[in-house]
């Protein structure tokens, strides 16, 4: 039987009087203690040694090393229940004990088993010393490393806050009062000892005393000892304060003020005492509940008034397992509801009965004994999930019922109040049938927190999330800059692509409707520009820049219609389907860049015998001389063959070629993405600290370029062999030489009449994907679990983007859009955690920095990057082409598509767990992987032959409608989800990095 915590339990709440079924009262928090007991051979007496412990999860403790274990969740045996519940009805519980002292409460105890029949009347006072015998052992590092007990007192200072030990943790949850309680008996101890409180007295004093034998905490703990006395009054008081805040649980705080807010939750313990005597006949079991919380020394773990006590001993015997009921009892006490059952129980059957209806919500199945492989247990899992999700799902069904009927009785009193307002409701894709009606709503819905956008983006957290992402949007922009200056012969390159970036960023983190979002380069843009490259000069031999200002004047143009006509909607439409289709293509052509730039260095620097480079010499100073005759060629050409001839001049090498090079540059360009690879997988290992790898792995790829940057400096240093570098002119200026301005009616001569009207194709297809990658972006940030508060720029952004895109072909900069990866980035900056963990549960999200001025001031520090050139120029093109590596290779691996194609090769029976892989037939899930793969392969064709470019927009269109229509004829409903699910985990930015947390390209 698995114990389900999270469930509500109706039968017992039914034991609730009403007014408590009501108001439903917040009983303190529960610590659960288990202590066995054991006959100590040497000492010939008995003693009692802690075995188990519940902070919601159960955690045991190792008899030789005793450190607390892993928290899991406790499965229990039907039958063990069934004996606890026989044994209660016949034995000892005591509801009410007005007992003060734990003597009197045994007392009590063991009068009620003679009563009772269950204890000779000569063995009471036998078993009253057993209760009473020694109930702790604290160890100090020392006495775990030689093996001598001795009691410590636990010393919590200012260098514990990110201790990940179970104590701290447990301390943390439970909140502060623990900490208050505990300074207020220690003083009530040391007036009573007549020792005097001041401002000298020793720090141990003041701390609580734990017990758990940690080497961390034990190891501050001799530390400080050894170095107490260099502490001044001022450190104490540090110290102390540290502490406090240690114990304050941020799950009750505002979200705006984590630290300053205190909790006064209480809490109080259960201690459960189980073990074997041989003096008794048959087993006694008791089950107390004192009429109000006591501290009784040395009886539980930690200083925490004991409020619940469970006895069970009995003779040594095969058929019944006495630490098995001990467990089943402190499982019992971990779920919220049979802990409300215990608090208002007012007879035995009460008790018993909650216990019935904690077995009846609980998950009971069995298990034939033997032994299995780990993979037969993993169905088991499964089935487990399933179960709970199904009870889950029904039970919200039934919440929400109530709700409702609760909102009908609330809205029938509302309407007889003026004073109430109803909530603030907003919703960016209702159509209001009005020309701009979304757009008009969100700008008013959205500006109206402007201030508070400012307001929340100054302090502390901000700005060290400011640092964070400057190195993940600054990386990204540098590398696409440097490759958009080679594929289009340097029309941009690195000044244009840092300058657009930062002009287009503080725009958008100006203006935006949704802030959190990445404006920045992109693959499918990349791929886009060089498209359209292809097309103006290769195809029609026409200048690019005066051309590419048609194309972002007409997307322009579509955003204003889709706008207008309130057509944002559609994006609902989109499916992963088409989606990964589109990132399987962008990370096919990163793939392939990198591996045909690869290819050109070895054709420029070819590998022959020594012999052969003197005519190789020879051959490149008549090359030179030749293309001196081509320096003041027009633009204004006629025949295709003599624009290839001078493209093919202009791409000529520029220098004797040297096979070192090449083989340097392809080290470079491999160490590149190993290197982030490697970091990237860091996340998910078990190195450093989970902060410290989560850093690393983040900014990876910045880290890849510096390191393999200094590599080419080394090697250059040592050999003098210089490999391709960034091309970037000393001052802010275009990096072909050009003015800033373009001309829409051409720069060198008059543009044709038919361009601006041929480029609504290009135009058509830029504008799909800008409305994708801002539209689908916005829908992954607004997802319910990310917790954002202020609104949405669907309307308001798309047109944004739009705007920029037109600004920036006047001014010949590269186009920009919303980038999914970084954006996720900027949101996991900005979020902020619990810090009080419980042990086994992960940080819970607690508030996202909803705000504008880390944008703005990231994309002002990008722009203020032109003026380290001296930096940039030392960039080897190859380490930029092996971050373009990097990226097809984590683009294909963040794809179902990819993982349906492994599958294709893999048996049935050896498919992971995974709704797509498993949930359809194989037969089925290969036939809809091979569709999208012939969709990929039809649009790379598309891309790669210039000729018919054209049709990529419509190919690209069309797939919608195929997904909605076609496939739905051959799939059933249930496969369809099943292969094109949105199964995005909760628990992004702690175990997936960023490229898994969007199927989106790069």
């Given at each position: 039987?698995?114990?389900?915590?999270?469930?509500?339990?109706?039968?017992?709440?039914?034991?609730?009087?009403?007014?408590?079924?009501?108001?439903?009262?917040?009983?303190?928090?529960?610590?659960?203690?288990?202590?066995?007991?054991?006959?100590?051979?040497?000492?010939?007496?008995?003693?009692?040694?802690?075995?188990?412990?519940?902070?919601?999860?159960?955690?045991?403790?190792?008899?030789?090393?005793?450190?607390?274990?892993?928290?899991?969740?406790?499965?229990?045996?039907?039958?063990?229940?069934?004996?606890?519940?026989?044994?209660?009805?016949?034995?000892?519980?005591?509801?009410?004990s007005q007992k003060n002292t734990f003597e009197d409460i045994v007392?009590?105890?063991?009068?009620?088993?003679?009563?009772?029949?269950?204890?000779?009347?000569?063995?009471?006072?036998?078993?009253?010393s057993i209760l009473l015998s020694q109930h702790r052992n604290h160890?100090?590092?020392?006495?775990?490393?030689?093996?001598?007990?001795?009691?410590?007192?636990?010393?919590?200072?200012?260098?514990?806050?990110?201790?990940?030990?179970?104590?701290?943790?447990?301390?943390?949850?439970?909140?502060?009062?623990?900490?208050?309680?505990?300074?207020?008996?220690?003083?009530?101890?040391?007036?009573?000892?007549?020792?005097?409180?001041?401002?000298?007295?020793?720090?141990?004093?003041?701390?609580?005393?734990?017990?758990?034998?940690?080497?961390?905490?034990?190891?501050?703990?001799?530390?400080?000892?050894?170095?107490?006395?260099?502490?001044?009054?001022?450190?104490?008081?540090?110290?102390?304060?540290?502490?406090?805040?240690?114990?304050?649980?941020?799950?009750?705080?505002?979200?705006?003020?984590?630290?300053?807010?205190?909790?006064?939750?209480?809490?109080?313990?259960?201690?459960?005492?189980?073990?074997?005597?041989?003096?008794?006949?048959?087993?006694?079991?008791?089950?107390?509940?004192?009429?109000?919380?006591?501290?009784?020394?040395?009886?539980?773990?930690?200083?925490?008034?004991?409020?619940?006590?469970?006895?069970?001993?009995?003779?040594?015997?095969?058929?019944?397992?006495?630490?098995?009921?001990?467990?089943?009892?402190?499982?019992?006490?971990?779920?919220?509801?049979?802990?409300?059952?215990?608090?208002?129980?007012?007879?035995?059957?009460?008790?018993?009965?909650?216990?019935?209806?904690?077995?009846?919500?609980?998950?009971?199945?069995?298990?034939?004994?033997?032994?299995?492989?780990?993979?037969?247990?993993?169905?088991?899992?499964?089935?487990?999930?399933?179960?709970?999700?199904?009870?889950?799902?029904?039970?919200?069904?039934?919440?929400?019922?109530?709700?409702?009927?609760?909102?009908?009785?609330?809205?029938?009193?509302?309407?007889?109040?003026?004073?109430?307002?109803?909530?603030?409701?907003?919703?960016?894709?209702?159509?209001?049938?009005?020309?701009?009606?979304?757009?008009?709503?969100?700008?008013?819905?959205?500006?109206?927190?402007?201030?508070?956008?400012?307001?929340?983006?100054?302090?502390?957290?901000?700005?060290?999330?400011?640092?964070?992402?400057?190195?993940?949007?600054?990386?990204?922009?540098?590398?696409?800059?440097?490759?958009?200056?080679?594929?289009?012969?340097?029309?941009?390159?690195?000044?244009?692509?840092?300058?657009?970036?930062?002009?287009?960023?503080?725009?958008?983190?100006?203006?935006?409707?949704?802030?959190?979002?990445?404006?920045?380069?992109?693959?499918?843009?990349?791929?886009?520009?060089?498209?359209?490259?292809?097309?103006?000069?290769?195809?029609?031999?026409?200048?690019?820049?005066?051309?590419?200002?048609?194309?972002?004047?007409?997307?322009?143009?579509?955003?204003?219609?889709?706008?207008?006509?309130?057509?944002?909607?559609?994006?609902?439409?989109?499916?992963?389907?088409?989606?990964?289709?589109?990132?399987?293509?962008?990370?096919?052509?990163?793939?392939?860049?990198?591996?045909?730039?690869?290819?050109?260095?070895?054709?420029?620097?070819?590998?022959?015998?020594?012999?052969?480079?003197?005519?190789?010499?020879?051959?490149?100073?008549?090359?030179?001389?030749?293309?001196?005759?081509?320096?003041?060629?027009?633009?204004?050409?006629?025949?295709?063959?003599?624009?290839?001839?001078?493209?093919?001049?202009?791409?000529?090498?520029?220098?004797?070629?040297?096979?070192?090079?090449?083989?340097?540059?392809?080290?470079?360009?491999?160490?590149?993405?190993?290197?982030?690879?490697?970091?990237?997988?860091?996340?998910?290992?078990?190195?450093?600290?989970?902060?410290?790898?989560?850093?690393?792995?983040?900014?990876?790829?910045?880290?890849?370029?510096?390191?393999?940057?200094?590599?080419?400096?080394?090697?250059?240093?040592?050999?003098?062999?210089?490999?391709?570098?960034?091309?970037?002119?000393?001052?802010?200026?275009?990096?072909?030489?050009?003015?800033?301005?373009?001309?829409?009616?051409?720069?060198?001569?008059?543009?044709?009449?038919?361009?601006?009207?041929?480029?609504?194709?290009?135009?058509?297809?830029?504008?799909?994907?800008?409305?994708?990658?801002?539209?689908?972006?916005?829908?992954?940030?607004?997802?319910?679990?990310?917790?954002?508060?202020?609104?949405?720029?669907?309307?308001?952004?798309?047109?944004?983007?739009?705007?920029?895109?037109?600004?920036?072909?006047?001014?010949?900069?590269?186009?920009?859009?919303?980038?999914?990866?970084?954006?996720?980035?900027?949101?996991?900056?900005?979020?902020?955690?619990?810090?009080?963990?419980?042990?086994?549960?992960?940080?819970?999200?607690?508030?996202?920095?909803?705000?504008?001025?880390?944008?703005?001031?990231?994309?002002?520090?990008?722009?203020?990057?032109?003026?380290?050139?001296?930096?940039?120029?030392?960039?080897?093109?190859?380490?930029?082409?092996?971050?373009?590596?990097?990226?097809?290779?984590?683009?294909?691996?963040?794809?179902?598509?990819?993982?349906?194609?492994?599958?294709?090769?893999?048996?049935?029976?050896?498919?992971?767990?995974?709704?797509?892989?498993?949930?359809?037939?194989?037969?089925?899930?290969?036939?809809?992987?091979?569709?999208?793969?012939?969709?990929?392969?039809?649009?790379?064709?598309?891309?790669?032959?210039?000729?018919?470019?054209?049709?990529?927009?419509?190919?690209?269109?069309?797939?919608?409608?195929?997904?909605?229509?076609?496939?739905?004829?051959?799939?059933?409903?249930?496969?369809?989800?099943?292969?094109?699910?949105?199964?995005?985990?909760?628990?992004?930015?702690?175990?997936?990095?960023?490229?898994?947390?969007?199927?989106?390209?790069?």
């Amino acid at each position: 039987m698995i114990d389900n915590q999270n469930l509500d339990l109706p039968e017992l709440n039914n034991l609730l009087p009403k007014s408590q079924k009501e108001t439903r009262p917040a009983h303190p928090g529960v610590y659960v203690e288990l202590e066995q007991l054991e006959f100590d051979k040497n000492d010939l007496v008995y003693k009692w040694k802690i075995s188990s412990r519940w902070i919601k999860y159960e955690q045991t403790i190792d008899p030789e090393t005793e450190i607390w274990s892993k928290p899991f969740i406790g499965a229990l045996e039907y039958q063990n229940i069934a004996y606890l519940k026989s044994n209660l009805q016949s034995g000892t519980v005591i509801l009410n004990s007005q007992k003060n002292t734990f003597e009197d409460i045994v007392d009590e105890i063991c009068q009620d088993f003679i009563n009772r029949g269950r204890l000779n009347r000569d063995y009471k006072e036998k078993l009253k010393s057993i209760l009473l015998s020694q109930h702790r052992n604290h160890l100090t590092l020392a006495g775990v490393m030689a093996g001598k007990k001795a009691p410590i007192s636990e010393l919590f200072s200012s260098n514990l806050k990110h201790s990940r030990q179970s104590h701290t943790s447990m301390v943390e949850h439970f909140g502060s009062s623990i900490f208050k309680k505990n300074m207020s008996r220690q003083q009530s101890r040391n007036d009573d000892a007549g020792i005097e409180s001041d401002g000298n007295v020793d720090e141990k004093k003041h701390f609580v005393k734990f017990y758990v034998p940690s080497h961390t905490s034990l190891t501050s703990v001799d530390n400080h000892g050894a170095h107490s006395h260099h502490h001044s009054h001022h450190n104490h008081q540090k110290h102390l304060r540290s502490t406090l805040n240690l114990f304050k649980n941020p799950l009750h705080h505002s979200k705006s003020k984590h630290s300053d807010l205190d909790t006064s939750m209480e809490i109080e313990s259960f201690a459960i005492m189980i073990g074997n005597v041989d003096f008794l006949e048959k087993p006694v079991m008791a089950f107390v509940r004192l009429t109000k919380d006591q501290f009784l020394d040395h009886l539980v773990d930690f200083d925490i008034k004991v409020r619940f006590l469970f006895i069970f001993l009995g003779p040594i015997s095969h058929q019944v397992s006495y630490l098995e009921i001990g467990r089943s009892i402190g499982t019992l006490m971990t779920n919220k509801d049979f802990v409300d059952c215990a608090y208002a129980a007012k007879s035995r059957a009460e008790i018993i009965r909650g216990i019935g209806a904690y077995t009846n919500k609980s998950l009971c199945f069995v298990v034939p004994a033997g032994e299995y492989d780990e993979d037969l247990l993993a169905p088991l899992i499964e089935w487990m999930k399933s179960k709970m999700k199904r009870k889950q799902k029904q039970q919200m069904l039934k919440q929400r019922e109530t709700k409702n009927a609760n909102e009908t009785i609330q809205s029938k009193t509302d309407s007889l109040s003026l004073s109430k307002q109803p909530a603030e409701s907003f919703n960016p894709f209702e159509r209001t049938r009005k020309p701009f009606g979304c757009l008009i709503n969100e700008i008013k819905h959205r500006y109206s927190k402007y201030f508070s956008d400012i307001a929340d983006g100054l302090n502390l957290h901000c700005m060290i999330a400011f640092c964070f992402i400057f190195t993940v949007c600054f990386a990204p922009a540098l590398s696409f800059g440097g490759i958009l200056a080679d594929k289009t012969d340097r029309t941009f390159g690195v000044n244009e692509m840092l300058l657009a970036t930062s002009i287009n960023g503080v725009i958008f983190g100006l203006f935006s409707g949704q802030p959190l979002m990445i404006l920045g380069p992109t693959g499918p843009f990349l791929v886009f520009e060089e498209m359209l490259y292809n097309f103006c000069v290769k195809m029609f031999c026409i200048e690019f820049l005066p051309a590419r200002f048609w194309v972002s004047f007409w997307v322009l143009v579509f955003t204003v219609i889709m706008l207008a006509s309130e057509l944002v909607f559609v994006i609902h439409f989109v499916t992963r389907f088409t989606e990964e289709i589109f990132a399987f293509l962008i990370a096919i052509v990163f793939l392939a860049d990198a591996i045909k730039k690869i290819f050109y260095y070895f054709n420029q620097n070819p590998i022959y015998k020594s012999q052969q480079y003197c005519q190789l010499f020879e051959n490149f100073n008549k090359s030179i001389n030749e293309e001196s005759s081509y320096k003041n060629v027009s633009w204004n050409y006629t025949n295709n063959f003599e624009c290839s001839a001078v493209h093919n001049v202009y791409s000529a090498q520029k220098s004797v070629p040297e096979p070192n090079i090449a083989l340097i540059s392809l080290i470079l360009l491999i160490g590149t993405c190993s290197m982030a690879l490697l970091l990237k997988k860091l996340r998910r290992s078990k190195f450093f600290e989970s902060n410290v790898r989560r850093t690393l792995s983040d900014i990876g790829i910045l880290i890849s370029i510096i390191f393999m940057m200094a590599v080419d400096y080394f090697i250059r240093q040592r050999t003098e062999i210089n490999t391709q570098k960034l091309d970037i002119p000393d001052e802010i200026v275009p990096t072909k030489h050009r003015d800033w301005f373009v001309s829409p009616l051409g720069t060198n001569s008059y543009l044709p009449i038919w361009v601006p009207f041929i480029a609504i194709i290009p135009a058509f297809l830029i504008f799909i994907v800008l409305f994708f990658e801002v539209e689908l972006t916005g829908i992954i940030l607004i997802a319910k679990h990310r917790k954002l508060k202020k609104g949405t720029g669907f309307n308001l952004d798309l047109l944004l983007g739009a705007l920029m895109m037109t600004i920036n072909s006047l001014f010949g900069l590269p186009w920009m859009c919303s980038a999914p990866v970084r954006t996720l980035a900027h949101w996991a900056s900005l979020s902020i955690y619990s810090t009080s963990i419980i042990p086994g549960e992960k940080p819970k999200l607690m508030d996202v920095k909803e705000q504008r001025v880390t944008s703005i001031l990231v994309h002002i520090a990008i722009g203020l990057c032109l003026k380290g050139k001296f930096i940039l120029r030392a960039i080897p093109v190859p380490v930029l082409f092996g971050i373009f590596l990097y990226f097809g290779i984590v683009s294909l691996s963040g794809t179902q598509l990819f993982d349906r194609i492994k599958f294709i090769f893999i048996p049935f029976k050896y498919c992971p767990n995974l709704p797509y892989a498993n949930g359809v037939r194989p037969s089925k899930r290969n036939v809809y992987t091979i569709i999208q793969i012939i969709a990929v392969i039809v649009l790379m064709v598309l891309k790669s032959v210039v000729n018919i470019s054209f049709l990529f927009p419509i190919v690209l269109v069309l797939l919608v409608p195929l997904r909605r229509f076609v496939l739905t004829k051959f799939f059933s409903h249930r496969e369809l989800e099943l292969l094109d699910e949105e199964n995005e985990s909760q628990e992004d930015d702690m175990v997936h990095d960023f490229y898994e947390l969007t199927h989106l390209p790069i």
